[in-house]
């Protein structure tokens, strides 16, 4: 094992350059919108942004994740993974069909019915077009964690699409075009993005190898952990949809500005993760529970001990941080305290998600995950009315909370041992 931690930590500080990269291109992308298209454009485009991505995780139907369990439990190919891949694809772009045409039919009802804003509905129908793109993007990314090849994922994930973007957003800007095409740009960036990862991937010649599984089988397995994926990530921005729908555009900005900014912590946590999460896999395959122990409790120290300083520096910095992105932000620095905290938290439990789910336990984190969630939306419609964006973070750092201590008492039990040492 020592081998192998010393290959996860070497990996996993490559992933976490990139993730800084990512980051910083990604929070110069998020200013240049609030600063140049305005606060409300802002709003709007982080807003559709999380429904688009909420979307897309739905309706890849939870495959990403099966791809790492099947290809690392059962020590597959790559040739055997790429034709799992393919079958998710057809799969995928088959069912994509269904939220194209809801968003379709139904852009102007979601966004003067259900937001109260009429600007949204052009963000709505951008989404009929992109929806299959940002589908397709999750399953080359997870099928790259998959086959180990992590270098392409970090480049395919953090930096082209970050160039494109703000190329996109300097051209439609300097073109005077109106603030929806924020979220074209986006849309552009991933489509590109595709189209290398899918020539990457694919040869021209016919593709011989026989899948080890039938498309049925991948379905049935990725299901739970669809269910359990689309209710985390739900889980995480419940609070930004929730304040989109009881407060007002600049709000729903600031309180964007302030998650994002209280999650730098996740930086380590995903970094780890994205690296361990096929060799979890591959262990839990051979019935090696000595080893998956030995890894997840090194590991979680490290992303413990890593996370601390991050946390006490966004702690104490919090209003220079928030400043970057405009006065108006420095008024979510008590919300990015609260969400700070909660992310040290989940580094101190452990990757309790992906445990569960590497590990045929994937039904149970979806339980776990759905009554949070219902937790979470009762939280903040209880706690935003009274204090606004805070109450929105505390309800978050609460159901947080709940969440990992679940896991790691289920983790005991099915597996033998805590996450956290």
Known sequence: ???????????????????????????????????????????????????????AML?????????????????LSFPQAKKILKQGLKVTLLVSVIPMLIFFAGAEFIATEIFDNKKLENY??????????????????????????????????????????????????????????????????????????????????????????????????????????????LLNWTDLIIVGIMMDEKQVGIYNYAFRAGSLGFLVIISVNTIIMPKMAELYGKGDLSGLKKMVHSTTRMVALLSLPITAGLILLAPFILSFFGAEAVEGTSAMIIVAVG?????????????????????????????????????NLTLIPAYGINGSAIASLLTNVLMNIVCVIYIKKKLGFYTLI
């Open 59 to 75: 309706f890849a139907l939870g495959i990403p994740n099966a791809l790492i369990k099947i290809v690392g439990n059962n020590s």
């Open 124 to 233: 709505f129908l951008i989404i009929t077009i992109s929806l299959p793109l940002f589908i397709f993007h999750e399953l080359f990314l997870y099928f790259f964690i998959a086959t180990k090849n992590f270098m392409r994922y970090s480049i395919l994930m953090f930096v082209l699409p970050n160039f494109l973007l703000l190329a996109f957003l300097y051209l439609f800007y300097s073109l005077g075009y109106a603030e929806h095409y924020t979220f074209i740009a986006f849309a552009l960036s991933i489509m590109l993005v595709v189209a290398t990862e899918a020539f990457l991937v694919f040869e021209i010649k016919p593709d011989r190898t026989t899948s080890i599984i039938s498309t049925k089988e991948l379905v049935k397995t990725a299901s739970p952990m669809m269910f359990s994926g689309i209710l985390l990530y």
């Open 343 to 379: 992310v040290f938290f989940s580094a101190a439990m452990g990757n309790v998600d992906q445990i569960l789910n590497m590990s045929n336990n994937a039904k149970i984190f979806g339980n776990i995950t759905l009554v949070c969630f219902f937790v979470n939306a009762l939280l």
């Open 1 to 55: 094992m020592n081998g192998d931690i010393k290959k996860i930590i070497s990996s996993s500080g490559i992933n976490f350059l990139f993730r800084i990269f990512g980051l910083g291109a990604t929070f110069f992308s998020m200013s240049l919108i609030g600063k140049v298209f305005g606060a409300e454009t802002f709003g709007n485009y982080s807003l559709v942004f999380t429904i688009s991505q909420a979307a």
